[in-house]
């Protein structure tokens, strides 16, 4: 078998970090073959096509072929797995409004020509921020293919939840598991350590012998600390994340295609559950099971969190409702 893969903003630094994963079989394992095509702006494609000259000098086993395009059509042709990790970044002195109509002139198109050109089961991986929103306008635009199969990525967010519980418990990052993220990819973003074992024992209950005051500790120290990793890193790097948001993508569409054990997060469209109002696309606790995501139900939500919830959800709700004003969905 071979998988047909697309990368939007091939050429940019998370792209980089991307492609010789998925070449080296991190994604899809060992024994799939991939075809990779990279879609790039023409001021981009001279990065691309220095990166597919560097995948062809890996010599990977599993790489049939790679193209590097800037038309959509060409792009998507056949595609299977699609991540859109370019996008329209914040420019100084740039409004909210400019950046979701920049961001929509983009996403909108690609929607539509992964509605006309991809395989008829496509899974789409949006990466480029404002994520949640943008994958929203790539599916409005993408004419019969269901709405379950755009998705965001919050899974770098879960990842660096799980890292800090990690680090604060002194305990193997893979014992801990159910840190749902909720809501948008965002500052507003709710990591949520509720439902969250180590090593099968309640996180909450093993933080109270470290932290003390556990509803204090998150609210001002954890919850703040994961929402703000991005600034973080920007901050002691100079660039933003690109090796943990490749790492998390790749964790996102892995799992999606193979299934999960146990919870993860992923932004998907809502049908209403827990009062995000259907059709965004937010953050949930998801599993994924024969290749679809289900989000998870029936989970108590105390009131403290619903108000979290919510607060993100807003934030959402407002971004769809400015690209809306614009005649833009
Ligand atoms: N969801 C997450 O967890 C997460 C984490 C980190 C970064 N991001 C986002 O990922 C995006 C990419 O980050 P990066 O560091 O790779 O940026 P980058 O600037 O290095 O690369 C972006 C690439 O996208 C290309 N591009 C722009 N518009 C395009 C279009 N219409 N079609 C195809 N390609 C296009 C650019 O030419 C560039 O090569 C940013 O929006 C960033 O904010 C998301």
Known sequence: MTTTITISGAGGQIGYALLFRIAAGDLLGPDERVRLRLLEI????????????ELQDGAFGLLEHVEVTDDAAVGFDGCDLALLVGARPRG???????LLAANAGIFGPQGAAIAAHASSDVRVTVVGNPANTNALIASASADGVPAERFTALTRLDENRARAQLAQTLAAPVDTIRRVPIWGNHSATQFPDVSHATVAGRPVTEALEAIVGDVPAWLADTYIPRVAKR??????????????????????????????????????????????????????????????????????????????????SVAELIEERDAVRALGLL
């Open 42 to 53: 023409p001021q981009g494609i001279g990065a691309a096509e220095g990166a597919a000259l």
């Open 92 to 98: 100084p002195g740039m409004e909210r409004g400019d």
């Open 230 to 311: 991005g600034a973080e890193i920007i901050q002691v790097r100079g660039s933003s994340s690109v090796a943990s948001a490749a790492n998390a993508a790749l964790d996102h569409v892995r799992d999606w295609v193979h299934g999960t054990e146990d919870w993860t997060s992923a932004g998907v469209v809502s049908h209403g559950e827990y009062g995000v109002p259907a059709g965004l696309i937010s953050s949930f606790p998801v599993r994924a099971v024969d290749g679809e995501w289900q989000i998870v139900d029936g989970l108590e939500v105390s009131e403290w969190a619903q108000a979290r919830i919510d607060a």
